[in-house]
């Protein structure tokens, strides 16, 4: 496959991602909110389905944000890459996005052996969210090819050194001496677009049931962690938020 096609059938495949998550996400909140009515004497809360609405448009503009970073970033890379004889012809010139995980028929099936991979499926969830959810928060890379659906598990990102410098720099502006600085860099974690999405990364990465992720209350649970003093944030002027952590949250949990 040429370069230009290629990059262009990525750009797609990431369009069609987040517009298939942001309609499922929408669908799913329209419904949530009429099922609710349709069984409580209360009036429909329409301006809380205004937030949530508004919530869902600021995280999809997020995860289109960042599939278009990473795209940036593999691109750069992508020279460096061996080709792997054991990766389907149709899907070899995606390799470079990371480990083969295997070829599926839908996103569904995908999604349950990935689950799988790391805990027991439950016969509850909804196995499409799983998957799209997993392609936009750059667990896994997604693409269909013939019919079929490849995925790729990309390398883990350390924060990036630019990150790094910019998040030195606003220490430094806010006038925190050089000892505190250092401190404080020894326990950067990343520039986010939010606490939120921190903490959506950061529990994800637990043993925890994907039914019960996806119930969690993550800008909530951001907030917590603020406050407990498990993170704390640097706002960039420049846009999105750096953050710290002091002490695991994870570890306080059982």
Do not use: C
Request: proline share 6%; no cysteine; net charge negative.
């Amino acid at each position: 496959m040429e370069r230009r096609r290629r990059l262009q059938a990525e750009i797609e495949r990431d369009a069609r991602v987040t517009a298939a998550g942001f309609a499922h996400e929408l669908v799913r909140a329209a419904v949530t909110t009429l099922e609710r009515a349709a069984l409580s004497e209360a009036p429909v809360d329409t301006l809380a389905l205004f937030e949530q609405v508004d919530a869902l448009l600021a995280r999809f503009r997020a995860h289109h944000r960042d599939l278009n970073d990473a795209r940036i970033v593999r691109r750069a890379e992508r020279s460096q890459h061996e080709p792997d004889p054991s990766v389907p012809p149709a899907a070899r010139p995606f390799a470079y996005h990371g480990t083969y995980f295997g070829a599926f028929p839908d996103l569904e099936t995908f999604a349950r052996d990935a689950v799988a991979s790391v805990r027991a499926p439950n016969q509850y969830l909804d196995m499409l969210r799983v998957a799209l959810d997993l392609h936009l928060r750059g667990e896994f890379w997604t693409v269909e090819q013939g019919g079929v659906v490849h995925a790729f598990a990309p390398a883990r990102q350390e924060p990036k050194d630019s990150d790094a410098a910019r998040a030195r720099e606003l220490l430094v502006a806010r006038g925190d001496d050089p000892a505190a600085i250092e401190a404080a860099m020894a326990t950067y974690a990343g520039k986010f677009s939010s606490t939120t999405e921190f903490a959506r990364r950061h529990v994800f990465k637990m043993r925890v049931p994907m039914w019960l992720l996806m119930h969690v209350d993550f800008a909530t649970l951001a907030y917590q962690w603020a406050i407990e003093g498990s993170i704390w944030p640097i706002h960039d002027p420049e846009g999105e938020v750096h953050v710290f952590v002091r002490r695991d949250p994870r570890l306080e949990w059982p």
